[in-house]
């Protein structure tokens, strides 16, 4: 299996989870709005482990997802791999964070992004069976989209 885009970018949520789906309704609008050749979006819902096979072959990644943070919502959060949690209360046997579904699979050998850039977007009401965004994450969209943008240009620009 061979990857054509170079980058690819994740929305993660899941769509009746409220603010949960702002990495979604951020990868709507990029495909809506255009993506430059050597790019692909995907809504990948709520992936845990599978979210390896959305990322297989991509040389570069950008991950769209609402956070929890003590930050006001809607505020807008880069972070880079290396930011990321090393540990985190598990719901189930089942539950993997991205930190650790990216070392499971170098581990096994995956063709992995040698970079992932993680665009969080805190949240204010996340919960099963909400269908809208409330309105400070709403408000977020086009600044969670302009800096998507931004890394997408920094990535095609650094052809490492």
Known sequence: MERKARVVVLG???PYGGDDAVGLEVVRRLKEEGLPPGVEAIECGTAGLG?????YGAEKAILVDAMVADLPPG???RLTEADLPKGARRLSAHDVTVREALAWGR???VP???ELVVI???GKQMGLW????????EEAVPRAL???RREIERFLQNKS
């Open 12 to 14: 993660c949520g899941h």
């Open 51 to 55: 979210i390896l096979d959305f990322l």
């Open 75 to 77: 505020s807008v959060v």
């Open 107 to 109: 581990a096994v050998g």
């Open 112 to 114: 992995m992004p040698e």
């Open 120 to 122: 969080g977007i805190v």
């Open 130 to 137: 909400q269908e809208t965004l409330s309105p400070e994450v």
């Open 146 to 148: 302009a800096l998507a």
